[in-house]
């Protein structure tokens, strides 16, 4: 099965869960990281799915799912126990042009929620189309030994320095994309490990030619 990979931005957008269990809590606090606003659905729900609601967190509804339940949320997540309920959280998604993904149901997705590794602004994503989360978590592991947390004041960093770059090579695109090169190629992560922020920012701007 092929896709195409997206980084979906949730931030304050709408999204709907249906069912209360440890599955739908996992989802409810993956959309909550990702700050959206989220509806959960479930005649009952596990301890901390409660208290998010009771912290206001999340929209708790304690009854079975309803149709009409998840209309207007751009993301609905079918994550019960039932594969009629789950079924009919997917057609009435689908039919409406909603992004929605039914747990360990291939077919009754239109998403795949990946294996999720996040470094700051960095964000690296595994999926196996649904047909083998199990590989798709030991995946993650690897990466998240390969990506340690310095990769994302990496990234801040050389954000930081967009500006300046662009205004020291500001007709030049090749000379502006030889400088990136120079300073992605180089040892900065290293400096940003053992020397700190500050002197991975000096070694940056030299290789930057800034």
């Known amino acids: 099965m ?7 931005l949730l931030e304050g957008r709408r999204c709907c869960v249906v069912g209360g269990g440890p ?7 993956s959309l909550l990281e990702a700050g959206a606003r ?9 301890p901390a799915l409660a208290a998010l609601a009771e912290a206001g967190r999340v ?14 949320a751009l993301l609905v997540v079918a994550a019960t126990d039932d594969a009629a309920v789950n079924r009919q959280v997917w057609e009435e998604a689908e039919g409406r042009g909603q992004l929605v993904n039914a747990v360990d149901d ?10 999720v590794v996040r470094r700051g602004p960095l964000t690296l994503a595994v999926s196996t189309g649904g047909g083998a989360p199990a590989l798709a978590a030991r995946i993650r592991r690897r990466l998240e030994e ?3 947390p310095a990769w994302g004041a990496l990234i801040e960093l050389l954000a930081d320095l967009r500006p300046a770059v662009k205004a020291r090579y500001p007709d ?3 000379a502006r994309r030889e400088a990136w090169y120079r300073a992605v190629d180089g040892d900065l992560l290293e400096r940003l490990e053992r020397d700190g922020l500050a002197a991975a920012t000096r070694r940056a701007r030299e290789l930057l030619g800034l």
């Not at 599955?23 to 606090?29: I, L, P």
């Open 146 to 148: 390969q990506f340690p």
């Open 38 to 46: 989220v509806r959960v659905v479930a005649p009952a729900v596990t």
């Open 172 to 174: 030049d695109e090749a």
């Open 59 to 72: 929209e708790l509804e304690r009854r079975p799912y309803r149709p009409g339940d998840a209309e207007g």
């Open 23 to 29: 599955v739908a809590e996992r989802k409810v606090g």
């Open 106 to 115: 291939p077919p009754h997705c239109n998403v795949f929620v990946p294996a």
């Open 2 to 8: 092929s896709g195409f990979p997206l980084l979906v």
